[in-house]
């Protein structure tokens, strides 16, 4: 069974522009959340997403977004970057909320 | 100003030895645990989980133990190969409540010495 794949592996990106990143969970998973890891913060709660809706938002300002697909499938959107959104982005899947959470990769992104 | 890197405790072990990895959590009403292992450049992987109507559970070489009176968690591998030397974080999450979201620990270096 394929894991979660979060595509692109990195990005460099310019102040001010905006970045969508992608997550295919686990096949048959319906849950997908996603955090930030950076060194000065860790991990943090950035989003979860059931069956299309989401269903928590961690404390992160309005300019990060997501989504999610009838396919489970999900993107999330940081518009307007700033120097401090360079982090590893990371996408988790589970069959149900609050079960074992799976992880991508990751996306590494760098604001210059 | 410059922002500063969480300082992760360090845990060295050598190769064939058992190590113990602990984790005190912040929420009394958290039901719900898991331990991951991070290598350099890659996502978190799951290692096992424990829910709060256990106070143990074993995997393969692992074992979590569960301490909600001093909302205790420690992670036990047996015979720490090379393979182990990672960050290792215990994830936790009150499952009434927070839809799917986990709060992480800062977590733990190991490093293990031939």
């Known amino acids: 069974k394929a894991g979660v794949t979060q595509t692109p592996r990195y990005l460099i990106k310019t102040r001010g522009q905006q970045v969508t990143l992608s997550c295919s969970p686990i096949?048959?998973?319906?849950?997908v959340s996603w955090y930030q890891q950076t060194p000065g913060q860790g991990l943090q709660f950035l989003f979860e997403y059931f069956s299309e809706t989401q269903r928590n938002k961690g404390n992160f300002p309005g300019r990060f977004s997501g989504r999610q697909f009838s396919n489970s499938r999900s993107e999330m959107n940081v518009s307007t970057l700033e120097l401090g959104d360079s982090a590893l982005y990371l996408c988790?899947?589970?069959?149900?909320?609050?079960?074992?959470?799976?992880f991508g990769q990751g996306t590494r992104l760098t604001v210059v | 100003g410059e922002s500063v890197g969480l300082h992760l405790p360090t845990l060295s072990v050598q190769e064939g030895d058992n190590s113990i990895i602990n984790c005190a959590y912040s929420?009394?009403?958290?039901?719900?645990f898991i331990w991951y292992k991070q290598e350099s450049g890659k996502g978190p992987q799951f290692i096992i989980d424990i829910r709060s109507n256990m106070d143990k559970r074993q995997g393969q070489r692992v074992t979590v133990l569960l301490n909600k009176t001093v909302k205790h968690l420690s992670l036990q591998i047996a015979a720490t190969q090379p393979g182990d030397s990672a960050v290792y974080f215990c994830a936790e999450t009150q499952t009434t409540d927070s839809w799917g979201k986990f709060q992480f620990g800062a977590g733990t270096q190991v490093v293990v010495t031939p």
């Open positions: 096949s048959g998973h319906r849950s």
């Open positions: 929420n009394s009403a958290s039901d719900y």
């Open positions: 988790a899947s589970s069959f149900r909320i609050n079960t074992e959470a799976f």
